[in-house]
């Protein structure tokens, strides 16, 4: 739970564009430091949420779009 919150965390820093590709690690530091969370390890344990701090919301929206590009063609 305390991976999920800090991607969470991380997320609300920049909604739009992310923390950054690798940054997780880094920027979870901070966080531990402060007390707001517990525990840190270089990456969320879950892709999504990964995707989601890393990149922001503009590369979950590419990634649905991906999907949903390749189930439409699968689905025709």
């Known amino acids: 739970g305390q ?15 992310g923390i950054g590709i ?9 966080l ?6 517990t525990y840190c390890d ?10 989601l701090s890393e990149t922001g919301a503009v ?4 990634l649905i779009m991906f999907t949903s590009a390749i189930a439409w063609k699968w689905l025709r």
């Open 3 to 17: 991976l999920w919150a800090a991607s969470l965390a991380l997320w609300k820093t920049d909604p739009l564009g």
């Open 42 to 51: 270089i990456h969320s344990h879950n892709i999504y949420l990964q995707l």
């Open 32 to 37: 531990m430091h402060t007390g707001s969370i």
């Open 22 to 30: 690798g940054r997780f690690w880094e920027l979870c530091q901070p």
């Open 59 to 62: 590369g979950m929206a590419l």
